[in-house]
Nanobody
Framework: QVQLVESGGGLVQAGKSLTLSCAASGSIGSINVMSWYRQAPGKQHEWVATSSSSGVTNYADSVKGRFTISRDNAGKILSLQMHSLKPEDTALYFC???????????RGQGTQVTVSS
């Protein structure tokens, strides 16, 4: 089992920055992929960014250049630095964890980000 707990959300003005964190615990193997997704009210889940245990990162076009995904040295804390926030970034942000051999993927409860104009 893997547990994911997000934190760092809040209310910010447009143009400001915010950093989210996702703490992973449990049966974490050395090979895995962690991602950030978001879901705005009334909309589908949207992939935001991914970080693999091998160091590869990828970003959605909507956040490229503004958001940075990273991990701590132990690979158990996933961060998302968000800069130049826009009202359209308002959503519930949650992290996911995928690793080979696991019975299923995991996701956290999420942290709310609200960007005011």
């Amino acid at each position: 089992q893997v547990q994911l707990v997000e934190s760092g959300g809040g209310l910010v003005q447009a143009g400001k920055s915010l950093t989210l964190s996702c703490a992973a615990s449990g049966s974490i193997g050395s090979i895995n992929v962690m991602s950030w997704y978001r879901q705005a009210p009334g909309k589908q889940h949207e992939w935001v960014a991914t970080s693999s245990s091998s160091g590869v990162t990828n970003y959605a076009d909507s956040v490229k250049g503004r958001f940075t995904i990273s991990r701590d040295n132990a690979g158990k804390i996933l961060s998302l630095q968000m800069h130049s926030l826009k009202p359209e970034d308002t959503a519930l942000y949650f992290c996911t964890f995928v690793q080979p051999g696991a019975a299923h993927d995991y996701r956290g409860q999420g942290t709310q980000v609200t960007v005011s104009s």
